[in-house]
């Protein structure tokens, strides 16, 4: 059981390029999300998912799109990347009933130069 | 608003000493709370959850919190401290409003152990 995979682990960017972060659970969970860490602002949430084909913004989506297209997989695309989106990045997925509870991936550690 | 304050961007404490990080909430309806530890360089794990039931939550090594519905309040607390337990602890919260689908954290506390 992986529980949630994110991938990469680390990536580089110039200004302006483009990427996918990816993240992939095999618990079929309905919600998943994506947050960013910055030093001493904690964790803030960028966009959510409660199952395929719905997704929400969170607290700072801008810069960022998703999709859901299947239950497993939730990935983050940065159009455009900016210095201002240097930071570490964490997928989650919740359970719910008796199985409540949010699984975190491992994070991407993203520095755009 | 902000609806998680955690107390105190660092607290120092001795080795063997009591462990308080103190967590309150604002939200008029009780969320579901909590408390993820992370060590440098690794993702989050989590400490202990308190969603209904008793208001004294144990968690894993040697934590627990106490739910206080009149004081919004969430702390963090483990009898005797280990150097093992530095690291950065966040408490966090699921709003009703978000039906409980997302997480709101606080900005961190920084614990720092020394001998």
């Known amino acids: 059981n992986a529980g949630v995979t994110q991938t990469p682990k680390f990536q580089v960017l110039k200004t302006g390029q483009s990427m996918t972060l990816q993240c992939a659970q095999d618990?079929?969970?309905?919600?998943m999300s994506w947050y960013r860490q910055d030093p001493g602002m904690g964790l803030r949430l960028i966009h959510y998912?409660?199952?395929?084909?719905?997704?929400d913004q969170g607290e700072v989506p801008n810069g960022y799109n998703v999709s859901r297209s299947t239950t497993e997989d939730f990935p983050l695309r940065l159009l455009s990347a900016a210095p201002s989106q240097t930071s570490v990045y964490f997928c989650?997925?919740?359970?719910?009933?008796?199985?409540?509870?949010?699984?975190f991936g491992s994070g991407t550690r993203l520095t755009v130069v | 608003a902000q609806s998680v304050t955690q107390l105190g961007s660092h607290v120092s404490v001795s080795e063997g000493a009591l462990v308080l990080l103190r967590c309150n909430y604002s939200?008029?309806?009780?969320?579901?709370l909590f408390w993820y530890v992370q060590y440098p360089n690794q993702g989050l794990q989590l400490l202990l959850k308190?969603?209904?039931?008793?208001?004294l939550v144990k968690g894993i090594n040697g934590f627990e919190a106490e739910f206080k519905k009149s004081e919004t309040s969430f702390h963090l607390t483990k009898p005797s401290a280990h150097m093992s337990d530095a690291a950065e602890y966040f408490c966090?919260?699921?709003?009703?409003?978000?039906?409980?689908?997302?997480?709101?954290f606080g900005k961190g506390t920084m614990l720092l152990v020394s001998p």
């Open positions: 989650a997925s919740k359970g719910t009933g008796r199985h409540y509870g949010y699984t």
């Open positions: 618990m079929n969970h309905e919600y």
């Open positions: 998912s409660v199952g395929a084909g719905i997704t």
């Open positions: 939200s008029s309806v009780p969320p579901y």
């Open positions: 308190y969603t209904t039931g008793a208001t």
């Open positions: 966090a919260v699921s709003l009703p409003s978000s039906g409980y689908s997302t997480l709101t």
